[in-house]
């Protein structure tokens, strides 16, 4: 049953994060007011006679009139996503061509884009069916106006449409768009940990299990990433067995067909049913999902301060600006631990996952801005000030981390600074501000 319903599901979350979400529901709304504007109303609504002024003298003025008016809907809606494809081309020329389909799926755009397309359905059900007579009834006339009331609509809807529009591409926008999205993953994960079944245990990679007897293989059938994994009902399903379920990938993973992604540590090897359910409670998503998973919002941060420091950009002032965001992403990821393993109701260990370490998400992050921003003394700087300001957050543990990473930022300083200007300007700045670090008082030329 579980295997029978997880294509549905997976086509209607790919629905959910496609374009045509909001703009096929709306389309449907207009379908039904349309529906209601062209069946006959004779024996079902009784117009009051004091609204035939509103009355249209002939056939011919009203259909004029749609078709003025559809002309310009699809002038209005042409004009509008050139733009926007004008827009996204470059975005992605200059941030990140990830961030290309998470502009495209802006709910503001699909609001837009559903009205334009639901105005153009309901003028074309009135150009379709015919009025009886060679006037048109009240009922029609009113329909008519009620189709003009909705191009007012679009056009209202355009000037809205240009203003979010512009916003998208600001660097200001962008950045923090994405600081925002990271940060309620974050939370989220913070929350879900609250719970007494999410519990930390050592040694969960598949490395450190793949040396048991009793671990039994479940390799993927697709390919994808993995977006979202229900380790309640994958906690179920190992109970059944009396068994442990070690996931060889992290939430988020890209993996191949026919990889082994499940190692079961149980007394039998399970049955090609019970695999397959076990397969169902991992959803594959399009692309690098950042309201589920906080590694991927900080991974496109980086990317994006790495595209600024790249020639053909040239913008330094967008990297130190992704810096800052992510400085304050790295502190709330310091926050907590997050767990790597799930306990049943009698609190018996039953999943297991890799979480990635602050360690390896800090390199993740900040060592390729260090390596292409490694010729500008303010992108060194500002990796510096970020080391500084976490420490003041940081545990022992990661504060060691920290002092390494800082030795690392001034060695490469060091390297870049051979004027006397330079290394006096750098010195100035090595214990300026709050930090918990050793550093040192100058900069020593090698």
Known sequence: MIILLNAPLQAAMAFRQSIAYLPSLLSLGYFLVG????VPQEGFITMPGQLEFVRFEDTDTLRTLLSTLIAGMISLMVFSFSMVMSVLSQAG????????????TERHHQWVLGNYLGTILFILMLL?????GDAPGTWRSLSVYLGTAMVIHCLALFVYFIHKTSRTVQVNSVVTGLHLATSHSLAKLKHRQQSPCFTRVSATSSASVSGSQALHEIRSHHTGYIQRVDFAKLAELAATIDGIIHLNFSPGDFTLADFPLLYVDAPTEPDRDWADQ?????T???GEAIESIHVHGLTQLMEMAVKALSP????PGTARLCINQLTDLLRLRMEFAPCNAMLDDQEQLRVTWPAESFESLLYRVLTPILHYGRDDVTIGLSLLKSVKSLSLYAAD????LLQVYADRIIATLTDVADHPLDRAFISARLNSGEHHLTLPDRLVHR
């Open 397 to 400: 543990a990661d504060r060691q």
């Open 278 to 282: 076990a397969l169902a409670h991992l």
């Open 35 to 38: 529906l209601l504007a062209v």
């Open 284 to 286: 594959y998503g399009e």
């Open 128 to 132: 379709m069916v015919p009025e009886n």
């Open 93 to 104: 020329g200059q941030f990140s061509h990830k961030l290309v389909f998470g502009l495209v």
């Open 312 to 315: 053909g950009i040239n913008d």
